[in-house]
């Protein structure tokens, strides 16, 4: 507010015409010191019990006057308060929050405070207090305020000036802060009578969705400030910008709305899509007319094959990993000794059902969302026909995922089968060649420049202080993307042995093939993070990212566009966007389209410096109206984005027209009257109509009372008198 609003508390002097207020207590006024007091009457009892000790007749009543004069020097008397014109404080409580921006509020605001402290000026003793409250958020809180204002003695008056809505009152809670007659409440209202506004709630929004399927929610709609119905219509706006009308209601009424999304139901992940009713004529704002919410979609049921070649530690983590997610659905297989081992064991000692490889890697191989071959080798268990088909199932948009051992540079390797298409790195050497042994460790598990920046990887955290691994697998060829890799650590043995490696080699690699994903690490001891023996690492945090970047969870995409809206300071609202890609470019443009048809372009340049990054960002200010909770969309490259300006408070949104239906009951139980802010805003001593009342102009006066004594000093000489007169005529029987 303008200075007009910042009034302080100023003393005012006074004359004050004292008047007695029937409020009296006892106060003592000694005419010496206590002790002497004290002294004299224990002397006095003393030869009063001396008296009666001895029966000497008239003790006692001259003991009595004894008494009187003692109480007489004690200086009891009553203290009456005292009650007079004194300084006076009228509270104004100014409404700060965000919907006083609407219209012509702030401005009637700043005259009302105005008026009341010109007003001020002709009253005796009358001093404008002027208290903002709302301004902090969220929400527009009164009561705080109202209740600290009650607590001040001098308080003869209180103003609020506001629309009217305060989200911590309600007409219940705020008769709670009725004060008494002598400090009226008084309302002005800033806006205009008979004022409307339409406002959407969102009375069921289910927490998720599962993929695949439609979305329903319930809404409503309110028109606050009006007395009947009216009919609306219901508007999504995707995020590809498309608008379409899914419903017709009235006003008051619930209504349910299914999504009408394409094929195929919604898709994993986080879609806003935006939700608004039509506008009401007249009304004083459309702002929450609409709502952006977000749709979280889930997979139902993850469906995970996992094949281990050998019983070993591994094969724990994955379990562990797998089961502790309830919506997975595993089949695993441990492959507990292979074909050519013999052995006195029966199969069906082994094993409880036959491996069924006909089942998993031909009928029902394309139902599950990930494979998992953890040290697997064929061993001529699965024929070339059911490899060719897991290499197609990938190609076809499935996912894989394998950890390499030993096993692979043996017989029935991986690289041996038709399942070598798809897989991003080679471990064979060429015919002729001889085969290499296994790595030696112990290795420093890191991220590579690319894995710095890739979503599987980027939010590893503690990256340089993790434990290490002790044998890895060396690839001869690498065809896909090093995520992490294996450095050797300087406690290696001065003088190398067979299978020893001083140079860095990649630990994790992953890849496309068709449609589909693959990942290949390179060892299979990601167990040893678990381990609280040496340094841990983020074992389950790697191989669960790992899992939903091959099932292609969109909060993984290394290739994304993603945009955010903020208010900045003079109300500046900012667009960012942000253009992560796979390799360097030098620049993108970005369409923007807004909700009310704008079409805008938003050019996304590397930091500065760099001529080209894989990383694009671009800033785009707005205009200063741009109402929060609409959604603009935003598409580059067949890529595409939504961002929109959060609501910085739903609740004070909630009801926008200005009312003195919450603080009437209020003003009316403490003797305040009401006037909108059209009106002249002026105080008036008493409950004088036309006017703000101002009460307390007798008031008790802190600190000043009247002292009559108890004992007048003609009735303790009489009453002494007499006393002493009936002791002297008893002793003189």
């Not at 008239?58 to 009650?83: D, E, N, Q, R, Y």
């Amino acid at each position: 507010m303008t200075n007009l609003l910042s009034g302080g508390h100023e003393a005012s002097k006074a004359i004050f015409t004292v008047m007695p207020h029937p409020l009296p207590h006892l106060v003592w006024h000694p005419s010496m010191p206590w002790w002497v007091i004290g002294t004299l009457g224990a002397c006095a009892a003393s030869l009063a019990l001396l008296g009666l000790v001895q029966r000497q007749r008239g003790t006692l009543p001259v003991a009595l006057a004894l008494g009187v004069g003692l109480l007489w020097l004690a200086g009891p008397g009553i203290s009456t308060p005292l009650k007079g014109v004194r300084p006076r404080t009228v509270a104004v409580l100014v409404d700060q929050s965000p919907s006083m921006a609407l219209g012509q509020r702030r401005q009637q605001a700043r005259k009302a405070v105005a008026s009341l402290q010109a007003s001020a000026r002709s009253l005796a003793d009358v001093t404008v207090r002027v208290v903002p409250f709302g301004a902090e958020g969220p929400s527009t809180k009164l009561l705080p305020a109202l209740a600290q204002v009650q607590r001040w003695p001098d308080l003869a008056a209180s103003v609020i000036v506001s629309d009217g809505q305060a989200t911590d009152a309600t007409p219940q809670s705020a008769l709670s802060l009725a004060t008494s007659p002598a400090a009226p409440l008084s309302l002005i209202v800033a806006g205009q009578k008979g004022e409307t506004d339409r406002s959407l709630t969102l009375t069921g929004l289910p927490p998720y969705v599962v993929a695949g399927e439609k979305a329903t929610l319930t809404a409503r709609a309110d028109d606050h400030g009006a007395t009947t119905s009216a009919p609306v219509t219901w508007r999504l706006r995707m995020a590809d910008g498309t608008v379409r009308e899914v419903a017709h209601s009235r006003t008051g009424e619930p209504t349910t709305i299914t999504l009408p999304l394409g094929p195929g139901g919604l898709k994993a992940g986080t879609t806003p899509v935006e939700i608004s009713v039509s506008p009401r004529p007249g009304e004083v704002s459309s702002a929450n007319n609409h709502r952006v919410i977000k749709l979280v979609a889930v997979r139902n049921r993850l469906r995970v094959v996992l094949v281990s070649g050998s019983p070993q530690q591994s094969t724990r983590v994955w379990r562990r990993l797998l089961k502790s997610d309830s919506t997975v659905d595993l089949v695993h297989f441990t492959i507990l000794r292979a074909p050519e081992m013999e052995d006195d064991a029966l199969p069906s000692e082994l094993a409880l059902i036959p491996f069924p490889t006909k089942t998993l890697f031909k009928d029902k191989l394309r139902s599950f969302d990930l494979v998992i071959l953890d040290r697997f080798a064929t061993q001529g268990l699965l024929p070339d026909a059911y490899m060719q088909n897991m290499a197609d199932y990938v190609k076809g948009g499935g996912a894989l995922l394998v950890t390499t051992g030993p096993e692979q540079l043996e017989g029935g390797a991986l690289e041996e089968t038709p399942l070598a298409s798809v897989l991003p790195a080679r471990l064979l050497p060429a015919p002729g060649v001889p085969m290499p042994s296994p790595q030696v460790g112990p290795y420093s598990i890191v991220p590579t420049e690319r894995g710095r920046h890739h979503p599987i990887t980027s939010a590893l955290g503690g990256a340089g202080q993790w434990g290490p691994w002790y044998r890895m697998m060396r690839p001869l060829q690498t065809t896909g993307e090093v995520l992490l890799e294996a450095r050797p650590q300087s406690n290696l043995p001065t003088t190398p042995s067979e299978g020893d490696s001083r140079t860095t080699q990649p630990a994790l690699i992953i890849g496309q093939a068709g449609k589909g994903r693959v990942a290949m690490m390179m060892s299979g001891q990601s167990w040893l993070w678990s381990r609280p023996l040496d340094r841990s690492g983020p074992q389950m945090q790697l191989l669960d990212r790992l899992a939903h970047w091959l099932m292609k969870e969109p909060s993984l995409e290394e290739n994304r566009l993603t945009a955010t809206m903020t208010r900045g300071a003079g109300g500046k609202v900012v667009l960012a966007a942000t253009r992560v890609l796979e390799k360097p470019a030098a620049r993108a443009t970005v369409q923007v389209n807004g909700p009310e048809g704008q079409h805008l372009t938003l050019v996304l340049q590397p930091p500065a410096g760099q001529e080209q990054a894989t990383v694009l960002s671009g800033q785009l200010t707005l205009p200063a109206n741009t109402e929060p909770e609409e959604l603009w969309c935003l598409k580059l490259d067949g890529l595409s984005a939504t961002a929109w300006l959060p609501s910085q408070d739903q609740a004070e949104n909630r009801d926008l027209h200005s009312t003195a239906g919450v603080l009437g009951p209020l003003v009316a139980k403490t003797g305040g009257h009401i006037v909108w802010g059209a009106g002249k805003a002026t105080l008036l001593e008493g409950s004088a109509k036309g006017g703000i009342p101002v009460g307390g102009r007798m008031a008790m006066l802190p600190g000043q009372f009247s002292w009559h004594a108890l004992l007048p000093l003609w009735a303790v000489l009489a009453l002494m008198a007499g006393l002493l007169g009936v002791g002297w005529r008893r002793a003189s029987e």
